[in-house]
């Protein structure tokens, strides 16, 4: 994306706003023990952006977006969308919320994802019977204009999943979110399950539709390269903490926080690998004042251990923030 609309994405009025959000689960049989999944959380994804969140496994990514998609709750922290906090609603009971239809999710495994009992017309039908007031003629039509949108062939909508191929089934989860019209499309790793040749082809769709259709997008993935190709912005995140964001550009030549930079190292052509030594630290009551990479960080000192750093700018670029006490801009 342009520089010029890159900066208009900033001075717009965010769709999303998320505000040191917090996510601790109890851990059973430890009394007053809480696994911290997400810790003070802050990001905000404009009208018609597409944001990046990457971080390897057990990160939080997955329960950040549960998070934002409303499917579980908060522990602390605020989710303001369209000048609403959402987090004022229990998770329960935002499934027949108003607001339920703006926010829809493509999950990572298409098979998993759909119901075995349901054709690919019941399933992408079913919001629209739950969350609009469209008569059957009315949901009948639009199941056919969004099946159309995402490329599957009419005469494939009576299948049930075992009968579909799994691009097939990949498309039927996106027109399932996109029938309602949403406002906010959050992309759980949608092509992990998927064959590589499958998966290019479905990156292509989604980048079509997110430009025809001018949707905000919370991309979720472990593709570095696709990241960087399908986002406006990126955000890491480690041990439930974003460490850096910024344009997705940026981050992947100029990473700042050494986490980034080890994930940056391991894309093909970008130098030298850099591992990080040592154990992941447990997210089961983590010290409060310590740096969450500090163990493995190859820059880390006795600083870190006393004082956690929070995202500040790096050099004179306001969209560019990373959570580390020694930045090194270039």
């Not at 390269?225 to 995140?237: G, K, P, Q």
Request: with cysteine; hydrophobic share 40%.
């Amino acid at each position: 994306m342009s520089t010029t609309v890159l900066a208009s994405l900033n001075t717009t009025t965010p769709l999303l706003q998320v505000e040191r959000l917090h996510k601790r689960f109890p851990v059973t049989g430890r009394r007053d023990s809480f696994l911290h999944a997400v810790e003070d959380v802050s990001l905000e994804i404009a009208p018609g952006e597409s944001l990046g969140l990457v971080g390897e496994s057990g990160c939080g990514k997955s329960t950040l977006v549960r998070l934002l998609a409303r499917l579980h709750d908060a522990s602390e922290g605020r989710i303001v969308f369209g000048g609403e906090d959402l987090c004022e609603t229990p998770a329960l009971r935002f499934a027949r919320s108003t607001k339920r239809h703006a926010i829809q999710m493509v999950f990572q495994d298409p098979t998993d994802s759909l119901n075995p009992r349901y054709t690919a017309r019941q399933t992408i039908a079913e919001p629209l019977a739950l969350l609009s007031s469209m008569g059957v003629a009315e949901q009948r039509a639009r199941v056919q204009e969004v099946a159309a949108q995402v490329g599957l062939p009419s005469e494939l909508l009576d299948r049930f999943p075992h009968q579909l191929s799994g691009g097939q089934k990949a498309r039927v989860g996106i027109a399932r979110a996109l029938a309602v019209q949403p406002e906010l499309l959050i992309l759980d790793e949608p092509t992990a399950a998927l064959d590589v040749s499958v998966q290019a082809v479905v990156l292509q769709l989604l980048q079509r539709l997110r430009r025809e259709l001018g949707l905000s997008c919370l991309f979720v993935s472990h593709d570095l390269n696709v990241v960087r190709l399908l986002t406006d912005r990126v955000a890491v995140m480690y041990l439930g903490r974003i460490v850096e964001v910024g344009p997705s550009d940026q981050v992947f030549r100029h990473p700042q926080h050494p986490y980034t930079r080890a994930l940056v190292s391991s894309i093909p052509g970008q130098g030298p690998r850099i591992k990080l030594a040592g154990e992941v630290a447990s997210p089961i009551d983590p010290p409060a004042q310590v740096c969450r990479l500090y163990g493995r960080c190859p820059v880390g000192q006795d600083l870190c251990t006393r004082q956690t750093p929070l995202l500040r700018t790096v050099g004179n670029d306001a969209r560019h923030k990373a959570a580390c006490h020694f930045l090194q801009p270039t």
